[in-house]
């Protein structure tokens, strides 16, 4: 029987195949989905050949693009992208310029 580390120590990320952190939820999302969508079909009564082939293709696909994206990005790679996507791209001020410069003398407190 094999035996396969998955995680390397205390504080460090999971690793499981050289998939790391988040890629490793979406490889086992993705392809428990698969299997669910592949005995939908059959029980609906779709062609097994049709089912198995959309089942490999559908696994196949996603074990292929969850690597490819952990290669690009890496292990915080897509949550930085994610974190990129709600910050505004410019600041809008409306404020009229002379209200930035205005002097106002603080009171004295004694």
Sequence with gaps: ???????????????????????????????????IFVMILYMAGINSYICLFLGAGGASLIVWQTFSL???????????????KRHPRYIICRKPVHRYLKFTPKSNAL
């Design 70 to 84: 952990n290669r690009k990005y890496g292990e915080h790679g897509l949550m930085k992208i994610g974190a990129g």
């Design 1 to 35: 029987m094999n035996n396969y580390n998955i995680n390397k120590g205390i504080g460090r990320t999971v690793e499981f195949k050289g998939l790391k952190a988040q890629y490793l939820f979406i490889f086992a999302g993705g392809l428990l989905g698969t299997l």
